[in-house]
């Protein structure tokens, strides 16, 4: 079992910055994939990045290349999700999510946080 806590949420003005972070435990994660997603009002939840455990092979969604950054710190036992030049479409709950390597379906979820970016 693996447990996942996001934190760092809050309020920012369009061209603003925030940094999530998910706080994982439970078992060892060496061989997950480790994701952002996040879900806006109306809307179905939509995949941000994604990453290895290790910090290899970072991956972004088109809609935030360039602005948002996924990173792990392994001896932390974090994840992180740097947010650059917010715009109010940011807006969602976004939630950290864990998979195996092997599969491609995450099946560990964090509770969420809410990022609201206003204009």
């Known amino acids: 079992q693996v447990q996942l806590v996001e934190s760092g949420g809050g309020l920012v003005q369009a061209g603003g910055s925030l940094r999530l972070s998910c706080a994982a435990s439970g078992r060892t994660l060496s061989s997950y994939f480790m994701a952002w997603f996040r879900q806006a009002p109306g809307k179905e939840r939509e995949f941000v990045a994604r990453?290895?455990?290790?910090?290899?092979?970072?991956y972004h969604a088109y809609s935030v290349k360039g602005r948002f950054t996924i990173s792990t710190d392994n001896n932390k036992n974090m994840v992180y999700l740097q947010m650059n030049s917010l715009k109010p479409v940011d807006t969602a709950v976004y939630c950290c999510?864990?998979?195996?390597?092997?599969?491609?379906?995450?099946?560990?979820w964090g509770q969420g946080t809410q990022i609201t970016v206003s204009s």
């Open positions: 999510a864990a998979r195996m390597r092997s599969s491609t379906s995450y099946i560990y």
């Open positions: 990453i290895s455990w290790s910090g290899g092979s970072p």
